[in-house]
T-cell receptor
Framework: GDSVTQMEGPVTLSEEAFLTINCTYT??????LFWYVQYPGEGLQLLLK?????DKGSNKGFEATYRKETTSFHLEKGSVQVSDSAVYFC??????????FGKGTRLHILP | NAGVMQNPRHLVRRRGQEARLRCSPM?????VYWYRQLPEEGLKFMVY????????ESGMPKERFSAEFPKEGPSILRIQQVVRGDSAAYFC???????????FGPGTRLTVT
């Protein structure tokens, strides 16, 4: 079945460092891909999405490009801030009714 | 426009009791999804409902779990005879249509003692 694999955390970086969180997927057809962010004690917020190959999703300085040839959707940010500390989930939707999530990557940004 | 609301935010139950989790979707949203997040895990799909109908319950455990979304009122996820393994965060999401973005609520954290 469809699945998402993302790098395990926690990831600890200093403020202003470059961030990459790797994500690869297995799916039939052409899924939509997402990154969600979960701040402590809160629900999930959609960070960005891409619906077809070579699309780039971007929001709040974060970017991810839908790479069908490598089945990847890596999350990047050029300069992280302390406020970016959260858990990040890579996810896909290959049908209308459910989203399949990776296990999440906890990110700690040190001031 | 208020977001997806879930209550209670925290729920403690003893083994064998029943847990009822409520989800009020965003205004105008008639599609509701329930997900479960076990500690240090991602979210796992449980069930997808439209008003008065269960569309997909492929992620629901076969026993003790049920869900409904009545014509009036919130969606309810019901867990009978809870066990320690049911301790998790349960998230609800809603959307105006199945192909549209899902908006998540803050979750209900269930602890079974």
């Amino acid at each position: 079945g469809d699945s998402v694999t993302q790098m395990e955390g926690p990831v600890t970086l200093s403020e202003e460092a470059f961030l990459t969180i790797n994500c690869t997927y297995t799916a039939t057809g052409y899924p939509s891909l997402f990154w969600y962010v979960q701040y402590p004690g809160e629900g999930l917020q959609l960070l960005l999405k891409a619906t077809k190959a070579d699309d780039k999703g971007s929001n709040k300085g974060f970017e991810a490009t839908y790479r069908k040839e490598t089945t990847s959707f890596h999350l990047e940010k050029g300069s992280v801030q302390v406020s970016d500390s959260a858990v990040y989930f890579c996810a896909l939707s290959n049908r209308d009714d459910k989203i399949i999530f990776g296990k999440g990557t906890r990110l700690h940004i040190l001031p | 426009n208020a977001g997806v609301m879930q209550n209670p935010r925290h729920l403690v139950r003893r083994r064998g009791q029943e847990a009822r989790l409520r989800c009020s979707p965003m205004k105008g949203h008639s599609h509701v999804y329930w997900y479960r997040q076990l500690p240090e895990e991602g979210l796992k799909f449980m069930v997808y409902l439209q008003k008065e109908n269960i569309i997909d319950e492929s992620g629901m455990p076969k026993e003790r779990f049920s869900a409904e979304f009545p014509k009036e009122g919130p969606s309810i996820l019901r867990i009978q005879q809870v066990v320690r393994g049911d301790s998790a965060a349960y998230f609800c999401a809603s959307s105006p249509s199945p192909s549209y973005e899902q908006y998540f609520g803050p979750g209900t954290r269930l602890t079974v003692t």
